[in-house]
């Protein structure tokens, strides 16, 4: 079945730290990639997003996250943690040829020891 | 930010009752969707529109029904509320994608909906 995983539910690190969250998906063919991250009682806000081209994409705050096709996955990474990049993390797809339709893993909730 | 408001932003209502949430944008974005949000399933799509009057079923439609009469307004009903159904809400919006691929959607800040 086609699904997108996020294996961790909890990450703590420490400020100054880096960052690496997972994210791996099941579909027949590489589906378009996001990452999406929510603070508390905020709504979602897009962070990076992969189409095609260069598997390492720049986004906002700082982050990356590098698409390698052998192993399904996207992963966000992040060299120096801040205290005010604790939040909910989701990767999210969409399916090639399934137009707007963002499908969500189930979330990584970070929390940043000062 | 994108200009998206939700409301109420907050709602305690009892099993039974109908509920109707609602959705406003100030872009002119064509489409529009319905998300609950619940721990350990992330987001998951409700019901989306695509345009005035038209919309399709999401992942977890079952109990909820959605209308669209003008651009900037997409309402979510819960014609008869259970204890299922609390949840965190989001409303999002998008643009028409662009050579086949998909936009951007920006999401509203979400109505938590409490059923008791």
């Known amino acids: 079945a086609q699904s997108v995983t996020q294996p961790d539910i909890h990450i703590t690190v420490s400020e100054g730290a880096s960052l690496e969250l997972r994210c791996n998906y099941s579909y027949g063919a590489t589906p378009y990639l996001f990452w999406y991250v929510q603070s508390p009682g905020q709504g979602l806000q897009l962070l990076l997003k992969?189409?095609?081209?260069?598997?390492l994409v720049q986004g906002i705050k700082g982050f990356e996250a590098e698409f390698k096709r052998s192993q399904s996955s996207f992963n966000l990474r992040k060299p120096s943690v801040h205290w005010s990049d604790a939040a909910e993390y989701f990767c999210a797809v969409v399916p090639t040829g399934g137009g707007n339709k963002l499908t969500f893993g189930t979330g990584t909730q970070l929390k940043v020891e000062l | 930010d994108a200009g998206i408001t939700q409301s109420p932003r907050h709602k305690v209502t009892e099993t039974g009752t109908p509920v109707t949430l609602r959705c406003h944008q100030t872009e002119n974005h064509r489409y529009m969707y319905w998300y609950r949000q619940d721990p350990g399933h992330g987001l998951r799509l409700i019901h989306y529109?695509?345009?005035?009057?038209?919309?399709d079923k999401g992942e977890v439609s079952d109990g909820y029904s959605v209308s669209r009469s003008k651009t900037e307004d997409f309402l979510l009903t819960l014609e008869s509320a259970t204890s299922s159904q609390t949840s965190v809400y989001f409303c999002?919006?998008?643009?028409?994608?662009?050579?086949?691929?998909?936009?951007?959607?920006?999401f509203g800040p979400g109505t938590r909906l409490t059923v008791t």
């Open positions: 992969y189409f095609s081209g260069d598997t």
């Open positions: 999002a919006i998008s643009g028409d994608s662009s050579g086949g691929l998909p936009y951007e959607q920006y």
């Open positions: 529109s695509y345009g005035v009057k038209d919309t």
